[in-house]
């Protein structure tokens, strides 16, 4: 009994210490717990106007928030860098002006030349003989002239060959004097090309009607026939002495140019000047007319119209 008095009395201890233990560690708890605690003061990031690119300045209706920015070399950017570097440089960018050039070499010119000496060259080979008649009748005078004449007259391909190759040299010489003495530069130098060719058809053909009508309406046909002839021998001696001339002037510039020029105006000249006294001397022998009157019917026919033609083109083209 005695016994079991002491084992119920250790029991009782053990608990009584075992809820004694207990309370104190859940005390212990509980003031932790019921320790005031300290409010944590949550700071509100606060928005500024700082981007980290330059490239938010281009975009002014977008909005800009703050990035934290992260403290690693990847990707931290150097706002030094992208302002003030010129390559980088986004909102000052630097312009550097620009000219186009543009080679206007002579090429077109140089193939229709080639053209026209190959034009001349198979004219020439073709039609020697003519050629060597035609320099005859022009520069000697002598009493086989009329049957010279008469075969030239007879050949009438080769004298229209050469009557185109006239308008062509010719026109490209007008052409390039033009150009030279810059005139009409609102049109290009093909279109002013096909307008003295157009321009020289038509003086030509308007003075071959107008000589025919004279000699028919005077009845004077031989005389009117032979200074006809004497007009387009003379023009087309006047394309082929041209030549030199008109490749210089095409090809070169400054000094060479302007004395390629110059020689060609002297040449035209004086080749005028010779027909209008082969002219007298052939018409002198069959109407016996004075000099007054030859002279009269020069101002009248042919210096007039050229100086009033002279006249409309340089107001026309200036």
Not at 26 to 36: A, W
Not at 194 to 199: K, S
Request: positive net charge.
């Amino acid at each position: 009994m005695l016994k079991y008095l002491i084992w119920t009395g250790l029991f009782l201890s053990g608990q009584q210490l075992m809820a004694q233990a207990t309370g104190d560690s859940l005390g212990s708890f509980d003031t932790v717990i019921r320790e005031p605690v300290k409010k944590r003061v949550i700071r509100k990031p606060v928005r500024t106007n700082i981007s980290i690119s330059p490239v938010n300045s281009l975009l002014p209706n977008t909005r800009r928030d703050t990035i934290p920015v992260v403290n690693h070399s990847f990707w931290h950017v150097d706002s030094f860098l992208y302002t003030k570097h010129p390559f980088f440089s986004f909102s000052k960018p630097i312009r550097y002006p620009v000219s186009i050039r543009q080679w206007q070499g002579k090429e077109v010119t140089f193939y229709a030349l080639i053209g026209l000496l190959i034009f001349f060259a198979l004219i020439k080979n073709g039609f020697y003989r003519y050629i060597l008649d035609l320099l005859k009748v022009f520069f000697r005078t002598t009493v086989r002239q009329r049957q010279l004449k008469d075969q030239l007259t007879q050949s009438p391909l080769p004298s229209l060959l050469l009557n185109i190759f006239f308008l062509l040299s010719v026109g490209m010489f007008l052409a390039l004097l033009l150009t030279y003495f810059k005139l009409g530069l609102q049109y290009n130098f093909w279109m002013l090309f096909l307008y003295c060719v157009a321009g020289l058809l038509i003086i030509y053909s308007i003075k071959f009607i107008v000589l025919k009508f004279i000699g028919w309406a005077l009845e004077i046909p031989d005389a009117t026939e032979v200074y006809i002839f004497v007009v387009f021998t003379t023009n087309k001696i006047m394309g082929i002495a041209l030549l030199p001339f008109l490749i210089v002037l095409a090809l070169t510039y400054g000094t060479v140019s302007q004395l390629a020029s110059t020689a060609g105006i002297g040449v035209i000249i004086g080749l005028f000047a010779y027909r209008y006294f082969l002219s007298y001397i052939s018409i002198h022998r069959q109407l016996k007319i004075s000099f007054f009157h030859f002279l009269v019917y020069l101002c009248a026919f042919e210096i007039a119209p050229v100086l009033l033609i002279n006249k409309l083109l340089f107001t026309f083209l200036t």
